[in-house]
């Protein structure tokens, strides 16, 4: 079974850094430019959105831990678009009006995505120790 010390430092890592992103984007909703294209976001799409997401991850993780790698690495996938999905920022006009701290939390988001989505696919793809000493 791959890492489970990467899972945990890819998946809290991802969870602390989306917690915080999202906690401003609800707080701070109507500094975030909400336009361009795509349906509009509201504040309380934000918090469940976030519900959601991370429940999916949650689950993943739990799953994980209990040798079910390629249910959780699907639902990891889900997770992931709790950060990738900051991309999304960057389609509104007036972002560059923003803070550099919160642009910092956004892109941080955004590489978290990444590395849960990374990871989700390093999973099923690893080999797995049994194959690796069979194959010896």
Known sequence: M???GLLNTV???AVAVSLVHYTDNYL?????????????VTA???WIAWVVLTACGTAGYVLYRRGAVRPAAALFAVYS??????LAHYTAPGMSGLAWWRHLHIWA???CGAAVLAFA???VRAPSRGATAASA
């Open 81 to 86: 678009i709790s950060g990738l999905i900051g």
């Open 109 to 111: 988001d955004i590489v």
């Open 44 to 46: 309380d799409a934000i």
């Open 121 to 123: 696919v390093w999973s």
């Open 28 to 40: 701070a909703f109507e500094r975030f430019p909400n336009g361009g294209p795509g349906p509009k």
């Open 2 to 4: 791959p890492n489970r």
């Open 11 to 13: 998946f809290f890592t």
